[in-house]
């Protein structure tokens, strides 16, 4: 808190109006004359020194407060009247600059003075103007408060982010943990209905089958030649035949023997042969090697997505033409049907549909597969399934 000397030409020269209307300042204002006695004392001085005006004017400065003796303030008083230097003093928290003007009964007050001291022209006297720098003191430390307060809600808002996300990748890790186990439920329930289809096939190829086929060898060992009995046993044969028919062709939709019997590669041509002819399909079909060994539980997957993609196809692609290919790539099996038909519907409208997309997908994932169902250039639909092998 040392007086900080300015050009000694900044002295004022203060007329006796103005000096009247510093004396209604809010700041603390004192005017000595050259011999340091006080000419003017205003009301900001008169409540923060407690002495009145009329008790204070004419007197010197030394005979007001007596502890100023020695003091810097009385340094810079000195400075400005004898020497013309304006001086600055601040407040410091160990040593208050001007001890005197302390609101009753506040004694922290003083540490937020700020004091100028002022030449006035010609070596008559200076002017005091002290500064209540507790209004910005406050503003200050109320700054502050909101800071720290602005600081906290941010740690705070921090904090529940971290916890929001914690509990989002704990989310997700349940949501992947129940999709895993709905899809191996997925694999099981559909590998126990293809067991039971293959089953029912059997018996019925067994019982039904071998029933039948007694029934035809007693009907036409059947001897009687009366034209009824041979018109009979005619309707009978045609009847029987009939039936062995529907036995195969049920059988057939159930679990193809061709499957089971020559693998899915010779079941999958076949099936496409058959689709292409009732439908009126150009067929370009790529497949591997009828021998690829392929397992049992892959080849029945493959199997339905084409039997599934074709049957959609053919009920509302409209197409002239279709191409089928099934690839053997780096430990993943590729299958890809494109029809040149009208395409798939908005998505809403397939929302509508049935069963078969939503059972190829998740016939698919249950192999750890992905099938993609898209567009087909320049139109029509294009079914993709890639399944690890
Ligand atoms: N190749 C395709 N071309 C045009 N639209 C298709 C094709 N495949 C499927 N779709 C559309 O997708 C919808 C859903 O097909 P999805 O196989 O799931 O059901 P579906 O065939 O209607 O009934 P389900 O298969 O249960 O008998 C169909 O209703 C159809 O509108
Ligand atoms: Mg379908």
Not at 100 to 112: I, K, L, S, W
Not at 340 to 346: H, I
């Given at each position: 808190m040392f007086p900080m000397p300015l050009a000694p030409d900044t002295a004022l020269a203060v007329a006796p109006d103005v000096l009247g209307s510093l004396a209604a300042m809010s700041v603390g204002v004192i005017v000595l004359g050259h011999d340091l006695r006080v000419s003017v004392w205003n009301r900001w001085v008169e409540s923060h020194s407690g002495i009145a005006e009329s008790e204070a004017l004419g007197r010197s400065l030394e005979t007001l407060f007596p502890e100023v003796r020695d003091s810097y303030f009385l340094g810079a008083v000195h400075g400005a009247v004898n020497g013309g230097y304006p001086s600055v003093l601040a407040p410091s928290l160990h040593a208050?600059?001007?001890?005197?003007?302390?609101?009753?009964?506040?004694?922290?007050?003083?540490?937020?003075q700020q004091i100028h001291v002022i030449p006035l022209a010609g070596g008559s006297g200076c002017l005091v103007q002290i500064i209540d720098a507790n209004a910005a003191w406050h503003r200050e430390s109320t700054l502050k408060r909101k800071h720290v307060l602005l600081e906290e809600s941010l740690e705070l808002q921090e904090r529940l982010l971290q916890q929001l996300e914690g509990n989002k990748t704990e989310l997700q890790q349940q949501v992947r943990e129940r999709t895993a186990q709905l899809e191996e439920l997925a694999g099981q329930v559909q590998d126990l209905s293809e067991h039971e289809r293959a089953q029912l096939a059997r018996e019925l190829h067994d019982e039904l089958g071998a029933l039948m086929t007694a029934i035809r060898i007693d009907v036409t060992r059947l001897?009687?030649?009366s034209e009824a009995s041979i018109e009979r046993r005619e309707r009978a044969l045609k009847n029987i035949d009939q039936a062995i028919q529907i036995k195969r062709r049920i059988m057939e939709g159930m679990r193809p023997t061709l499957l089971d019997n020559f693998g899915v590669v010779v079941a999958i041509r076949e099936l496409a042969r058959e689709k292409a002819a009732v439908n009126s399909w150009r067929f370009h079909i790529d497949l591997p090697d009828e021998e690829m060994p392929i397992p049992e539980q892959l080849s029945i997957t493959l199997y339905r997505v084409c039997q599934e993609a074709l049957t959609n196809a053919a009920k509302y692609a409209e197409a002239t033409e279709l191409r089928l290919s099934l690839r053997a790539g780096k430990g993943v099996l590729v299958l890809e049907i494109i029809d040149?038909?009208?395409?798939?519907?908005?998505a809403r409208d397939a929302r509508q549909g049935g069963h078969g997309i939503s059972g190829m997908q998740h016939r698919v994932l249950a192999r750890g597969g992905t099938l993609e169902i898209g567009s087909a250039e320049p139109h029509g639909t294009r079914v993709l399934a890639r399944i690890p092998f």
């Open positions: 208050p600059v001007f001890p005197f003007f302390v609101a009753p009964g506040v004694d922290t007050e003083r540490m937020r001897t009687s030649q040149n038909g009208v395409g798939m519907p908005a």
